[in-house]
């Protein structure tokens, strides 16, 4: 994003008179509406009209995430505007509003705050200028409240409206001065998000609500087995059903893979469901019919023997002299899983010519409209500027709507189609044709000295690719950030410790999944810490303070978790308190959890304990919904089926078999937030990785059976 120096005004002429925007520029100079849409790096977030109007742009796709009220409220609080005196509008990947439009890695109030703060800044000094300038007085002498300038002397005011034009005259600041936090009204405090009542009362439009007038509805067969390919089909029965328009090819493209299937157009998404069903396809399966999930975890246990590639050396960990008594391995496992959002993909798509509009709720509007070879334009044939698009509310994302193969998918048969064509996935479709969270294997050891010190660490990863996948032409001699994704920012002080990882083939499309790879990877390290500590004989808190430096973030959090969920009071017998923490790109979250053994053998799940690190909490009932929320699809991860591929096919196909954890099974959950001075962290992650390893370990708190595997049964035999 551009820095505060190259902000400025846009003088624009509109239905309510003279109007300006706000924003980021790479230019200094005034420009006019006409201009706008060929400024580039331009990104207008403010728009205020001589009426009175006042318009904030959130650019970060909502999805559940609440970013329709945090990011306009980082602005609204430093421009002196109320949420409730302004509009809110989403955008959907226009040019002018730069290239910071997609949602993920928890990044929206993480890498926009300072800029969005001085956005807001920068636009109550020049108002504040204006109406100085009017009233004959110095800057210093006004100061701005409720979208008003006021006279400190006299109580005289200007609305913002009011001084519009004057405004527009004067350059921004290169420099604006924010305000003290403790001076903040919206940032820190609880407030509603604009957006729940629309949703509440269906007022919001989700790209599965979009109709366009002449909309038709296309439905796609796809190759069963993952990695097969279209040799022929026939539609002659399929076409005999009333409604049904045409039947073609349809390509979508994910990362590296490309893939084939069949699209049924026809007048009602029902009707093109049902006509699939006739269609007679000839698939090459390619010899991937003979691919067993069970298989291909033997084939990643045997790839543990390799040496791999090495991304963290501290020390000289493969030569430690450690005894075989003083020395702890383990294995852990994580499967395949869905993202499973409650919206399936979907998109209408008209293609005119050579321009294209389309309709549809992704995280990367940016990737929409962009022109890189792996965005839509290139990868379907337009051009960028000849590329129109509208975003809508997003149901879910956790990693899933960043990637632009079902919308390609919708491109590529909307060209063969006069009308716009809204192709709907159902849920089956959404479950079985990736992509995937990838499964991930750990190989851990750890040895100790004979005083009980511990002087290695080892952690050895193995997976396919999530990187590889994703990106064409990928570099596989640099090292691969996700394959180990947050296990080098852990703060624990070991004299020696290797991380490395071997990458595995595979043929079926991976991808983010909500927190990437530390969902996989937390689990693993910190149940290892456990174990650990167990070998040391020692409580797993005590054990792991041990070895943090007293001011670093993670002994501080873990401060705060102690206090919070009484660790050093026991429980009952039959019950158990496991503990985990996770520090990675996103942010970090402790947790503790408390589970009971039930007489008939089940664990139940009865308290969760986070304390999230933030530095700043723009909305902290949002903070503590989107832990909650991480915590439960955590739980749904750790203890619900998993997606697993027999013959090449996924077996799981909708939420009765690939089951979500259901209202009665959530514990309680109770979040304590750790703000103040420190780098911004993000909310929608962190919640999630600790989770799975607190659980585990509280389950050998009050069992003594160590889990390694995921999925886990609740019930321990």
Request: with cysteine.
């Amino acid at each position: 994003m551009e820095q505060v120096s190259r902000r400025h005004f846009i003088k624009t002429a509109g239905t309510a008179g003279i109007s300006i925007w706000l924003g980021l520029s790479a230019k200094g100079a005034i420009i006019k509406t006409s201009d706008i849409a060929a400024a580039k790096n331009f990104s207008p977030y403010i728009l205020v009209e001589s009426n009175g109007n006042i318009t904030i742009y959130n650019i970060k796709p909502e999805m559940g995430q609440g970013t329709f009220q945090s990011v306009p409220a980082v602005i609204a609080e430093e421009f002196e505007v109320s949420l409730d005196q302004v509009k809110i509008k989403n955008t959907s990947g226009e040019p002018e509003f730069g290239r910071g439009q997609r949602a993920g890695g928890s990044s929206s109030i993480r890498t926009g705050y300072n800029d969005y703060r001085k956005t807001g800044a920068a636009a109550r000094t020049v108002f504040i200028v204006a109406a100085a300038k009017r009233w004959q007085t110095s800057p210093d002498n006004c100061y701005a409240r409720n979208a008003k300038v006021i006279n400190r002397t006299n109580d005289q005011s200007f609305t913002y409206g009011e001084l519009v034009e004057d405004a527009a005259r004067l350059d921004l600041p290169k420099d604006p001065k924010l305000k003290d936090p403790k001076d903040f009204t919206i940032v820190g405090k609880m407030s509603h998000r604009p957006d729940i009542p629309l949703k509440t009362c269906g007022e919001a439009k989700f790209g599965i609500d979009v109709r366009v007038p002449g909309m038709v509805y296309a439905s796609v067969e796809r190759c069963p087995v993952i990695g097969g390919v279209l040799k022929n089909f026939d539609a002659s029965d399929a076409l005999k059903i009333a409604g049904v328009l045409k039947v073609v090819e349809a390509e979508r493209v994910v990362g590296n893979y490309r893939y084939t299937g069949v699209a049924v157009i026809a007048d009602s998404y029902w009707t093109a469901l049902q006509a699939r069903k006739k269609l007679k396809i000839n698939w090459d399966y390619k010899g991937f019919d003979n691919f067993d999930s069970e298989d291909y975890d033997e084939h990643l246990r045997k790839l543990a023997d390799e040496e791999g590639l090495v991304d963290k050396n501290i020390g000289n960990a493969d030569k430690v002299n450690v005894s075989l008594q003083n020395t702890v391995d383990a294995f852990y496992e994580t499967p395949v899983v869905a993202h499973s959002p409650m919206e399936p993909m979907n998109a209408v798509a008209q293609v005119h010519g050579d321009n294209l509009e389309i309709w549809t709720s992704t995280q990367v509007p940016s990737s929409v409209v962009g022109s890189s070879p792996n965005e839509l334009p290139k990868l379907t044939g337009f051009s960028p500027e000849n590329v129109k698009m509208h975003n809508m509310f997003v149901g879910g994302g956790f990693g899933r709507r960043l990637y632009l193969d079902y919308l390609v998918e919708a491109v590529n048969i909307a060209k063969q189609y006069d009308k716009p064509v809204k192709v709907i996935w159902s849920r089956e479709d959404t479950t079985q044709f990736g992509p995937f969270r990838p499964m991930t294997f750990s190989k851990l050891s750890g040895g100790f000295s004979d005083d009980g010190k511990l002087l290695v660490l080892k952690h050895k990863v193995i997976s396919p690719s999530i990187s590889e996948s994703a990106r064409p032409n990928f570099d596989k001699t640099k090292v691969d950030g996700t394959m180990v994704e947050g296990i080098g920012e852990q703060d624990y002080q070991v004299p020696n410790i290797k991380t490395s990882y071997v990458r595995a083939d595979y043929h079926v499309p991976v991808a983010a999944w909500r927190s990437v790879t530390s969902s996989t990877l937390a689990f693993a390290h910190e149940c290892f810490m456990d174990e650990l500590a167990h070998k040391a004989g020692k409580d797993p808190l005590d054990f792991r303070m041990s070895l943090l430096a007293p001011d670093s973030d993670t002994a501080k959090i873990f401060k705060k978790l102690r206090e919070v969920s009484n660790w050093d009071q026991p429980l009952p017998k039959g019950s158990g308190r496991g503990l985990a923490q996770w520090k990675f790109f996103a942010g970090q979250c402790a947790q503790a959890v408390e589970v009971t053994l039930r007489p008939d053998g089940t664990i139940k799940v009865d308290k969760v304990y986070a304390v999230i690190d933030l530095g700043v909490a723009v909305n902290p009932d949002n903070v503590r919904n989107q832990t909650e929320g991480a915590v439960v699809m955590a739980l749904t991860a750790a203890t619900k089926p998993a997606i697993t591929l027999k013959n090449g096919k996924v077996m799981q196909h909708n939420f009765y078999d690939n089951t979500m954890i259901r209202i009665n099974e959530v514990p309680q959950v109770e979040v304590h937030i750790l703000t103040g001075e420190g780098k911004i962290k993000g909310v929608g992650e962190p919640g999630l990785p600790p989770f799975a390893p607190a659980l585990a370990n509280a389950i050998f708190a009050a069992t003594g059976t160590r889990i390694r595997k995921m999925p886990f049964d609740l019930k321990i035999s």
